[in-house]
Protein backbone atom coordinates (compact mmCIF):
# COMPACT_ATOMS: atom_id res chain seq x y z
CA UNK A 1 0.00 0.00 0.00
CA UNK A 2 2.94 2.46 -0.37
CA UNK A 3 2.39 5.86 -2.41
CA UNK A 4 -0.71 6.42 -0.12
CA UNK A 5 -1.39 10.12 0.79
CA UNK A 6 -0.68 10.46 5.06
CA UNK A 7 -1.48 13.58 6.62
CA UNK A 8 0.57 14.06 10.13
CA UNK A 9 -0.37 16.43 12.55
CA UNK A 10 2.16 17.24 15.37
CA UNK A 11 5.20 16.92 12.95
CA UNK A 12 7.55 18.73 14.85
CA UNK A 13 9.24 16.64 17.05
CA UNK A 14 8.12 13.31 18.84
CA UNK A 15 5.82 11.19 17.98
CA UNK A 16 4.69 12.92 14.89
CA UNK A 17 7.87 13.25 13.40
CA UNK A 18 8.86 9.53 13.83
CA UNK A 19 5.58 8.63 12.58
CA UNK A 20 6.05 11.08 9.23
CA UNK A 21 9.35 9.32 9.19
CA UNK A 22 8.11 5.88 9.17
CA UNK A 23 5.33 6.53 6.82
CA UNK A 24 8.06 8.54 4.63
CA UNK A 25 9.99 4.60 4.67
CA UNK A 26 7.19 2.95 3.26
CA UNK A 27 7.25 5.47 0.13
CA UNK A 28 3.98 7.28 1.42
CA UNK A 29 3.68 10.51 0.12
CA UNK A 30 3.18 13.49 3.42
CA UNK A 31 1.66 16.42 4.38
CA UNK A 32 2.60 17.77 7.27
CA UNK A 33 1.14 19.84 9.85
CA UNK A 34 2.69 21.74 12.71
CA UNK A 35 2.21 25.28 14.49
CA UNK A 36 6.09 24.89 14.97
CA UNK A 37 7.05 25.85 11.43
CA UNK A 38 11.16 25.99 11.97
CA UNK A 39 10.90 22.07 12.52
CA UNK A 40 8.00 21.09 10.30
CA UNK A 41 9.92 23.05 7.20
CA UNK A 42 13.20 20.82 8.06
CA UNK A 43 11.15 17.71 8.97
CA UNK A 44 9.68 18.27 5.11
CA UNK A 45 13.04 18.93 3.83
CA UNK A 46 14.93 15.66 5.81
CA UNK A 47 12.14 13.21 3.85
CA UNK A 48 12.71 15.22 0.14
CA UNK A 49 16.73 14.67 0.91
CA UNK A 50 15.77 10.87 1.44
CA UNK A 51 13.98 10.52 -2.19
CA UNK A 52 10.38 10.88 -0.46
CA UNK A 53 7.35 13.49 -0.86
CA UNK A 54 6.67 15.74 1.14
CA UNK A 55 5.04 19.11 1.83
CA UNK A 56 4.59 21.07 5.01
CA UNK A 57 1.66 23.32 6.45
CA UNK A 58 1.92 25.87 9.54
CA UNK A 59 -1.91 25.33 10.93
CA UNK A 60 -3.53 25.94 14.15
CA UNK A 61 -5.83 22.27 14.19
CA UNK A 62 -8.75 23.61 16.28
CA UNK A 63 -9.52 26.50 13.24
CA UNK A 64 -11.75 25.10 10.53
CA UNK A 65 -9.63 27.06 7.92
CA UNK A 66 -6.63 25.58 9.22
CA UNK A 67 -8.17 22.48 9.04
CA UNK A 68 -9.74 23.11 5.43
CA UNK A 69 -6.08 23.80 4.34
CA UNK A 70 -4.48 20.98 5.45
CA UNK A 71 -7.04 19.33 3.32
CA UNK A 72 -6.64 21.55 0.45
CA UNK A 73 -2.69 21.07 0.52
CA UNK A 74 -2.72 17.13 0.26
CA UNK A 75 -4.97 16.82 -2.61
CA UNK A 76 -3.50 19.71 -4.32
CA UNK A 77 0.02 17.77 -3.87
CA UNK A 78 -1.24 14.20 -4.40
CA UNK A 79 -5.02 14.04 -5.37
CA UNK A 80 -6.39 12.19 -2.51
CA UNK A 81 -6.17 11.61 1.41
CA UNK A 82 -5.77 7.82 2.26
CA UNK A 83 -4.73 8.04 5.79
CA UNK A 84 -4.63 10.49 9.01
CA UNK A 85 -1.81 10.35 11.84
CA UNK A 86 -3.10 12.54 14.11
CA UNK A 87 -0.07 12.95 16.46
CA UNK A 88 -0.55 16.64 17.85
CA UNK A 89 -1.54 16.70 21.13
CA UNK A 90 -1.61 19.45 24.43
CA UNK A 91 -0.71 17.75 27.70
CA UNK A 92 -2.05 20.40 30.84
CA UNK A 93 -1.73 19.48 34.40
CA UNK A 94 -2.92 21.42 37.27
CA UNK A 95 -4.82 20.36 40.55
CA UNK A 96 -8.37 19.88 39.62
CA UNK A 97 -9.73 22.67 42.00
CA UNK A 98 -7.34 25.33 40.85
CA UNK A 99 -8.34 24.67 37.00
CA UNK A 100 -10.14 27.21 35.30
CA UNK A 101 -12.08 28.00 32.55
CA UNK A 102 -10.15 29.20 30.73
CA UNK A 103 -7.45 26.23 30.89
CA UNK A 104 -10.64 24.02 30.54
CA UNK A 105 -11.40 25.47 26.69
CA UNK A 106 -8.01 25.96 25.61
CA UNK A 107 -7.72 22.22 26.48
CA UNK A 108 -10.52 20.83 24.59
CA UNK A 109 -9.63 23.38 21.51
CA UNK A 110 -6.36 21.75 21.14
CA UNK A 111 -7.37 18.18 22.09
CA UNK A 112 -11.29 17.46 21.52
CA UNK A 113 -11.85 20.26 18.86
CA UNK A 114 -9.18 19.97 16.59
CA UNK A 115 -9.79 16.23 16.43
CA UNK A 116 -13.41 16.91 15.76
CA UNK A 117 -12.63 18.74 12.96
CA UNK A 118 -9.68 16.52 11.66
CA UNK A 119 -11.71 13.54 11.33
CA UNK A 120 -14.82 14.97 10.08
CA UNK A 121 -12.52 16.21 7.12
CA UNK A 122 -10.63 13.13 6.43
CA UNK A 123 -13.38 10.74 6.95
CA UNK A 124 -15.76 12.62 4.56
CA UNK A 125 -12.79 12.67 1.79
CA UNK A 126 -12.21 8.96 2.24
CA UNK A 127 -16.09 8.66 1.95
CA UNK A 128 -15.57 10.68 -1.33
CA UNK A 129 -12.89 9.42 -2.75
CA UNK A 130 -14.32 5.01 -1.83
CA UNK A 131 -17.62 6.40 -3.91
CA UNK A 132 -15.90 7.30 -6.87
CA UNK A 133 -14.52 4.83 -9.93
CA UNK A 134 -10.79 3.55 -9.30
CA UNK A 135 -8.43 4.23 -11.41
CA UNK A 136 -6.72 0.94 -11.36
CA UNK A 137 -4.02 2.70 -8.50
CA UNK A 138 -4.65 2.87 -4.87
CA UNK A 139 -8.18 1.03 -3.74
CA UNK A 140 -9.07 4.03 -2.11
CA UNK A 141 -12.35 2.11 -0.49
CA UNK A 142 -9.90 -0.59 1.63
CA UNK A 143 -6.76 1.86 2.80
CA UNK A 144 -8.42 4.51 3.82
CA UNK A 145 -7.45 4.91 8.07
CA UNK A 146 -7.79 7.46 10.84
CA UNK A 147 -5.01 6.73 13.31
CA UNK A 148 -5.83 9.56 16.58
CA UNK A 149 -2.87 9.16 19.15
CA UNK A 150 -3.84 10.15 22.96
CA UNK A 151 -2.58 9.67 26.10
CA UNK A 152 -3.17 6.62 28.46
CA UNK A 153 -5.23 8.87 30.42
CA UNK A 154 -8.06 7.89 28.22
CA UNK A 155 -8.70 5.19 30.75
CA UNK A 156 -6.89 6.61 33.94
CA UNK A 157 -7.21 9.10 36.47
CA UNK A 158 -4.45 11.48 38.19
CA UNK A 159 -5.82 14.53 40.52
CA UNK A 160 -3.33 16.80 38.26
CA UNK A 161 -4.61 15.92 34.92
CA UNK A 162 -8.82 15.95 35.28
CA UNK A 163 -8.86 17.80 31.90
CA UNK A 164 -6.07 16.44 30.07
CA UNK A 165 -7.59 12.76 30.95
CA UNK A 166 -11.20 14.22 29.77
CA UNK A 167 -9.88 15.35 26.31
CA UNK A 168 -8.14 12.23 26.11
CA UNK A 169 -10.95 10.11 26.84
CA UNK A 170 -13.24 12.45 24.73
CA UNK A 171 -10.95 11.35 21.53
CA UNK A 172 -11.09 8.00 22.19
CA UNK A 173 -14.80 7.67 22.37
CA UNK A 174 -14.79 10.16 19.08
CA UNK A 175 -12.25 7.70 17.58
CA UNK A 176 -15.16 4.83 18.23
CA UNK A 177 -17.88 6.95 16.30
CA UNK A 178 -15.71 7.58 13.30
CA UNK A 179 -14.76 3.70 13.03
CA UNK A 180 -18.59 3.37 12.74
CA UNK A 181 -18.79 6.14 10.56
CA UNK A 182 -16.04 4.77 7.98
CA UNK A 183 -16.76 0.39 8.49
CA UNK A 184 -19.88 0.82 5.31
CA UNK A 185 -17.16 1.61 3.29
CA UNK A 186 -14.28 -0.28 4.22
CA UNK A 187 -12.24 2.31 5.86
CA UNK A 188 -11.04 2.43 9.49
CA UNK A 189 -10.20 4.30 12.37
CA UNK A 190 -8.43 3.39 15.61
CA UNK A 191 -6.27 5.24 18.59
CA UNK A 192 -2.99 4.70 19.70
CA UNK A 193 -2.45 4.78 23.64
CA UNK A 194 0.71 6.29 24.20
CA UNK A 195 2.67 6.60 27.72
CA UNK A 196 6.10 7.21 29.20
CA UNK A 197 7.36 7.96 25.44
CA UNK A 198 10.96 10.00 25.84
CA UNK A 199 10.69 13.02 23.93
CA UNK A 200 6.73 13.95 25.22
CA UNK A 201 7.75 14.06 28.57
CA UNK A 202 11.12 15.78 27.74
CA UNK A 203 8.53 18.79 26.07
CA UNK A 204 6.81 19.81 29.32
CA UNK A 205 9.29 21.94 31.07
CA UNK A 206 8.00 21.15 34.62
CA UNK A 207 9.22 17.47 34.29
CA UNK A 208 11.95 16.30 36.59
CA UNK A 209 14.70 14.36 36.88
CA UNK A 210 12.90 12.64 39.86
CA UNK A 211 9.47 12.46 37.99
CA UNK A 212 11.29 10.75 34.96
CA UNK A 213 12.24 8.22 37.65
CA UNK A 214 8.67 7.90 39.44
CA UNK A 215 7.82 7.25 36.08
CA UNK A 216 10.19 4.66 35.11
CA UNK A 217 8.88 3.02 38.34
CA UNK A 218 6.01 3.04 37.42
CA UNK A 219 6.39 1.01 34.14
CA UNK A 220 7.13 -2.72 34.09
CA UNK A 221 9.46 -2.54 30.85
CA UNK A 222 11.96 -0.03 33.65
CA UNK A 223 12.56 2.23 30.82
CA UNK A 224 11.08 4.77 28.60
CA UNK A 225 9.83 4.51 25.41
CA UNK A 226 10.85 5.88 21.90
CA UNK A 227 8.88 8.02 19.81
CA UNK A 228 9.43 5.17 16.97
CA UNK A 229 8.10 2.65 18.83
CA UNK A 230 4.88 4.70 19.18
CA UNK A 231 4.97 5.38 15.60
CA UNK A 232 5.48 2.11 15.05
CA UNK A 233 1.60 1.43 16.39
CA UNK A 234 0.26 4.47 13.96
CA UNK A 235 1.92 3.05 11.11
CA UNK A 236 1.09 -0.68 11.52
CA UNK A 237 -2.83 0.33 12.29
CA UNK A 238 -2.64 2.61 9.42
CA UNK A 239 -1.29 -0.50 6.96
CA UNK A 240 -3.38 -3.64 5.62
CA UNK A 241 -1.70 -5.46 8.20
CA UNK A 242 -4.67 -4.06 10.72
CA UNK A 243 -7.25 -4.31 8.13
CA UNK A 244 -10.01 -5.90 10.02
CA UNK A 245 -9.24 -3.48 13.43
CA UNK A 246 -11.24 -0.50 13.72
CA UNK A 247 -12.70 1.42 16.46
CA UNK A 248 -9.72 0.27 18.90
CA UNK A 249 -7.30 1.37 21.30
CA UNK A 250 -3.69 -0.12 20.83
CA UNK A 251 -1.46 1.39 23.97
CA UNK A 252 1.89 1.71 23.91
CA UNK A 253 2.73 2.21 27.35
CA UNK A 254 5.33 -0.44 28.37
CA UNK A 255 2.77 -1.90 30.40
CA UNK A 256 1.72 0.63 32.58
CA UNK A 257 -1.88 -0.38 32.53
CA UNK A 258 -1.04 -3.70 33.52
CA UNK A 259 0.20 -2.72 36.84
CA UNK A 260 -1.71 -2.07 39.61
CA UNK A 261 -0.78 1.37 41.83
CA UNK A 262 -0.81 2.34 44.85
CA UNK A 263 -1.78 6.24 46.55
CA UNK A 264 2.56 7.90 47.02
CA UNK A 265 3.76 8.31 50.01
CA UNK A 266 1.64 11.85 50.55
CA UNK A 267 -1.73 9.26 49.86
CA UNK A 268 -2.66 11.69 46.35
CA UNK A 269 -3.23 9.14 43.74
CA UNK A 270 -0.38 9.93 40.91
CA UNK A 271 0.79 8.48 37.04
Known sequence: MAGRSVIVTGAGGGIGRATALRFARSGDRLVLADTDATSGIALRDEIRAGGGEA???EAELYKKLDVHNVIADALDAYGSVNVLAHCDNL???????ETSEEDLDLVLDRNVRACF?????VAKQIIKQASAPSDGGVD???????????SNEAVTASADHAIFAASQGAVVQLTKAVAMTLSPYGARANAVGAAAIKEELDDVESTTTADRKRIIAATPLARRG???EAASAV???ASEDASFITGQTLFVDGGRLALHTVPDKEGAFRT
Do not use: M, Q
Open 117 to 121: LLNRA
Open 55 to 57: SFI
Open 226 to 228: EPE
Open 140 to 150: TARSGAIVNVV
Open 91 to 97: FFSAPFL
Open 235 to 237: HFL
